[in-house]
Every structure is written in C-alpha cells, then in structure tokens.
C-alpha cells in the first residue's frame, strides 16, 4: 500500500567505553570507535515499521554522521526499513543540535512527501532530547516528545500518551508530525520492543544501498548554518570524574581486623 513515508531519524552512536574524547576542544571522536544505533532509536524505528503495515508508505532511515555510519544504517535497513540515506561531509562535522536539526530538517524537506517523522527521545552519548522537537520547528510541524504510547491512529492523525514525569498527556497531532520515542512503548496496548534481525534480513541489508548525501545534494542548504560554523553551543571546559582509587589494609589476625572495625565506627559515632 503506497502512501506518505515514514523518516526514522537514526543517531549512529559509538560505544563509550571505547570512543575517545578530546577534552582540549570538547569533541567526540566518532571515528575512534564503531558506531550502532542509539537504543532509543531502535523503538522509534520498530513503531515505524508497525505502522507502515497500516497506514503504508515507506520506512526511510535518516542519519548524519561520519562514513563508517553505514553499517549502523545496513542494521536499519536489517531491521526493517526500506531505504537509508546517510548525510555525510567533512561540512557537517562539529555540530550543535540546532545545527544538526537543521540539516536533517532540509535532507526530510527534499525526501519530500511523509506523514510522520520518528526519533529517539535522546541519545546515549548526548542525551540533550533536543534535536526531534528542532526538527519539528524547522520544519513548522506539530510534535510530541516523551511519548511512551501509541493510543490511536489513522490516515489523518495520531494519538499518543506523553511520560512528563509528574504527569501524562494525551495528544492527537494532524499529520506530519514529529515524535519523539520513550521507552518501555506501546502500541495499542501491545508492548513493543526492537525486533532481532533474521539471518535473511542480514543479508539482504548487506546488499542494499545505503544513499550518502553531501551539503552540496541538499537544495537550499546554508553552510553557516551547519557543523562547527552553525553551532553557537561552545564546550568551554570538560574533564574526567575520576574514580578515588581503595586503599585495601590487610591485618595479621581476626582480632587486629575486628579491634580496627571498631575503632572506625567509634570515630564516626557509630557506637
């Protein structure tokens, strides 16, 4: 069933145990590291590809990121989307969210006709929860972050149940619209959890196309407006928390052991 597209925006994030850091200018280097996708995109992308079934149209997964990104996008496409288009270029790189929100906002300009925008309420390495509702603003469109359910939808519209903590809305937004996913999720009462790629599904991802844009694919684009020179937020410092190393005492007998315990908690009034 044909129909307006449905755009995952997938954030390619590199494992922080292993992606290096430079604290000098307050940058990640993504290239230091393997990048998969966010967790929370993973829940944005399965309720894409449940309401594909319904309300038709395509699944395009949408990320901007380095080159090596594409296999993060082979694993969208694994998972179930239809198409995947990777913005990359050295122009895009050291991006604030409003200036990353302003070059996925023109690459879904120019995919053209969709009916809804999905994205993970945050990601894991920056967790600002900032660029779906830009992309929304951008884009002059209604949008809903936080969202934990899917109460009701039709070719029209969507009603969704929004987590703000003290307190949960119900919202119904005219399409397009932006949402931005929570976890755990629902659909219609049915939980839903990111689907594991079949051996199949692997292998026919292996063989897609992943389609990388340049600024230079993108009509209209201003290059003030992107990467480091569209990024008014400045890190201004960063530094570690270092853990305080244990400093282990070893006693020559139970009794030593026992006479240092109590001594410890006499000095902290403990008896």
Known sequence: MSGPDLVVLVKPTPDITKVKFDVETGRVDRGSA????NPFDLYALELA?????SLGGRVIALAMAPPHAEKALRDAIARGADRAI????????GADTLATSYTLALAVREIGNFRLILCGEKSVDGDTGQVGPE??????????????SVVDFDDKSITVEAD?????????????????????????????EPRIPRLSDLMRARKASVEVWQASDIP??????VGWAGSPTRVVKASYALEKGKTPMVFKSVEDG???????LKSKNLL
């Open 49 to 53: 590809v449940r309401l594909r079934e």
């Open 258 to 264: 026992l006479n240092a315990i109590l001594e410890l």
């Open 135 to 148: 992309v929304a603003e951008h884009l002059g469109i209604p949008h809903a972050a936080f969202v934990q």
């Open 86 to 93: 990777l913005l990359s270029d050295p122009k895009f790189a």
């Open 164 to 192: 703000f903590g003290k307190s949960y809305y119900l919202v119904r937004l005219k399409y397009p619209a932006l949402l931005s996913i929570s976890r755990p999720l629902a659909l219609k009462g049915e939980r839903l």
């Open 220 to 225: 209209g684009i201003d290059l003030s407006k």
């Open 34 to 37: 393997e990048l998969e996708i």
